[in-house]
């Protein structure tokens, strides 16, 4: 496929990315509470324990303040480090979506779900809609598992282990939040399409500059 197509697809996708977003925020904010995102709720609700709530606050855990943004700045740390200082200035970048993800719930204003709709094994300050987890687990880890493939000069065993990890994590935050109550469906999916959204032109401008 020839850089002209591929610049092409890029920009279809991206686009794509953005009119569902927009699509769906517009739909939250004319549907606050929606009846198949209470009924997804109560589905993952039904599988309740103590020891899964633990592993649902778990999964959780990278995304709360100020643990989220201690994570990112440890990365960016290790990577520089390991003398990979462009990555760790790309990876410093990621705290930047949080004015994003601010701005998004700021515009939307969605209230959290309550008690009266779901069980709530966490309470929380912001605003619902997107979901600023989801979101930056999309953008971090799957960042993550970009340079994971693309620098191979780093010991493939560690490549590896980041890779399952940072994978492991973006396919479950989004039933963690739901289970916790923290989250309706239309939150998670609203996260992780502005999170694809943040990362297209993250990676972008990394292989651009790149060459």
């Not at 993952?44 to 709360?64: N, P, R, T, V």
């Not at 949080?98 to 309470?123: A, D, Q």
């Not at 809609?129 to 065993?157: A, E, N, R």
Request: aromatic share 18%; hydrophobic share 55%.
């Amino acid at each position: 496929m020839s850089a002209f197509s591929k610049r092409n697809w890029f920009i279809i996708v991206f686009i794509a990315l953005v009119v569902a977003f927009v699509s769906l925020s517009v739909f939250v904010a004319h549907h606050i509470i929606w009846d198949f995102d209470v009924k997804v709720s109560l589905f993952i609700q039904e599988f309740q324990s103590a020891w899964l709530d633990k592993l649902m606050l778990a999964i959780s855990f990278f995304g709360e303040l100020p643990y989220s943004l201690l994570s990112v700045v440890l990365v960016a740390l290790i990577f520089y480090w390991q003398k990979y200082k462009r990555e760790a200035l790309f990876i410093a970048t990621v705290l930047l979506s949080g004015l994003i993800i601010l701005g998004v719930k700021n515009v939307i204003n969605r209230p959290r779900p309550t008690s009266f709709y779901v069980r709530l094994v966490e309470v929380n300050r912001f605003q619902s809609y997107p979901s600023g987890h989801t979101l930056s687990y999309v953008l971090f880890f799957g960042f993550l598992i970009i340079l994971m493939s693309h620098l191979k000069d780093i010991p493939k065993t560690t490549r590896m282990i980041v890779s399952l990890i940072s994978a492991f994590l973006m396919l479950t935050v989004a039933p963690s939040r739901i289970y916790l109550g923290a989250h309706w469906f239309t939150d998670t999916l609203g996260g992780f399409l502005l999170g694809l959204i943040c990362l297209f032109p993250l990676c972008y401008l990394y292989f651009k500059r790149k060459g």
